[in-house]
């Protein structure tokens, strides 16, 4: 992108290019829902552990610790990411399987509001994945977040659907 062209589609600058938060007082509320998806790869290690729906370790359950801590990382999100709205959460779950090599991690996220869910699913995502991740590095280290990425969006201007 050269130095010339318009900021005006990057929406957290403003006129002066200089870091603002969305103003969204005058947006209407309407119910809004984000999907998003973390891939985190288990070697076989880990997965031989695999039994009954979840990885028990000595630091406990890993999938229904990774649930709670996706929950966690989503309302937290304004305090994460600088310029995030604080957002009433409506709903938030986490769902973690077990597919092929991978925990297959989709959090999904709902609001009343005037701005989008997409960040707090997001990191819902995330801290879920890496919730996974600490709770079986001591099997081993060679575990790999693969992709964390946005599946669908709903309720604003413009839906989404990746998927």
């Known amino acids: 992108m050269s130095n010339t062209s318009s900021t005006s589609s990057f ?3 403003d ?4 870091p603002a938060m969305v103003d ?22 880990i997965r031989k552990e695999f039994n009954g729906g979840d990885i028990n370790t000595r630091k406990g359950a890993v999938f229904q610790t990774a649930i709670i801590a996706g929950i966690m990382g ?24 077990l597919v092929n090599e991978e925990a297959v991690i989709r959090c ?15 990191t819902g995502a995330t801290v879920a994945a890496l919730t996974v991740y600490d709770m079986c590095k001591a099997f ?9 990425r946005l599946i669908s969006k709903t309720g604003g201007k413009q839906d989404v659907v990746v998927e």
């Open 140 to 148: 081993t280290h060679e575990m790999i977040i693969r992709q964390t």
């Open 108 to 122: 999904t996220v709902k609001t009343t509001g005037k701005t989008g869910v997409e960040m707090e699913a997001l």
């Open 74 to 97: 989503a309302k937290k999100t304004p305090e994460l990411i600088p310029l995030c709205h604080t957002l009433l959460l409506d709903n938030c779950s986490v769902d973690i399987q």
């Open 11 to 13: 929406s957290h600058l």
């Open 15 to 18: 006129e002066q290019n200089r």
């Open 24 to 45: 969204i007082s005058d947006k209407s509320s309407t119910i809004r829902v984000a999907i998003a998806e973390s891939r985190v790869y288990l070697p076989e290690i």
